[in-house]
């Protein structure tokens, strides 16, 4: 399993812009998907957006039209570019990656019991009104 960094995040008012990345230690060509997740104070981790290996895209509702996923094999990163953040996106991001298929399932959904140990320490977005 590869090991995952994610950078990018910071504090941003309503309305701003920040892209996320998540780069792997390892060759990301022999992961299936790949997805962005976020966990917000007293709340679940939920799947934002995920890519599958032949490109397609994933979104939660609460992130179409607003975010997209992308990723660069030759530099084994993932990006996540988030425009007209809200408050409610306010959260810590976490990527992942996997030679499975359980990530495509989880878009806009809990995480609770996705058993997946290569998490990183994620990257803190904070969304000011």
């Known amino acids: 399993q590869v090991r995952l960094v994610e950078s990018g995040g910071g504090s941003v008012q309503t309305g701003g812009s920040l892209r996320l990345s998540c780069v792997a230690s390892?060759?990301?060509?022999?992961?299936?998907?790949m997805g962005w997740f976020r966990q917000a104070p007293g709340k679940e981790r939920e799947g934002v957006a995920n890519?599958?290996?032949?490109?397609?895209?994933r979104y939660a509702d609460s992130a179409k039209g607003r975010f997209t996923i992308s990723e660069d094999l030759r530099k084994n990163t993932l990006y996540l570019e988030m425009n007209s953040l809200k408050p409610e996106d306010t959260a810590i991001y976490y990527c992942?990656?996997?030679?499975?298929?359980?990530?495509?399932?989880?878009?806009?959904?809990?995480?609770?019991?996705?058993?997946?140990?290569?998490w990183g320490q994620g990257t803190q977005v904070t969304v000011s009104s």
């Open positions: 992942a990656a996997e030679s499975g298929t359980k990530i495509l399932l989880l878009v806009g959904r809990s995480a609770q019991g996705f058993a997946y140990s290569g």
């Open positions: 390892g060759n990301l060509y022999n992961s299936h998907c």
């Open positions: 890519i599958d290996n032949d490109g397609t895209v």
